[in-house]
């Protein structure tokens, strides 16, 4: 499904536990290669707790999703990188004919993920 026409410039919000995630990737391994693209995959197993890398990744997509008001969406057409700096979104396939540049902030605890997304 395309993702629809653009819309103003929005904000979205999404929180998750941890262990959530961490329950989900480990009763089903190939979650993680449906949800995150190698280099984000690549990015949380080079630290001390993956999951919490990851899900701070799933909530900044959910985020972006909200923000730009999407319905039908592939979890692998938005990421987050992280390349040295803060990090930034990146929209591929038919996300990136929206021509949207989206702001990201990301934060964790030991038990909670979370990511503001605003869409510029």
Do not use: N
């Amino acid at each position: 499904m395309p993702p629809g026409p653009p819309r103003p410039p929005g904000v979205g919000l999404d929180l998750l536990e941890i262990d959530r995630l961490e329950a989900a990737l480990a009763r089903r391994p190939a979650l993680a290669a449906r949800l995150f693209t190698d280099a984000e995959q690549a990015y949380a197993a080079a630290r001390r707790r993956p999951g919490q890398h990851l899900a701070a990744r799933f909530c900044a997509k959910e985020a972006v999703a909200k923000a730009l008001g999407l319905r039908a969406w592939s979890w692998r057409d938005i990421e987050v990188v992280t390349d040295g700096g803060p990090p930034r979104i990146v929209l591929h396939g038919p996300l990136s004919a929206l021509g949207a540049s989206v702001d990201v902030s990301l934060t964790h605890s030991r038990e909670t993920a979370g990511a503001v997304a605003v869409v510029r």
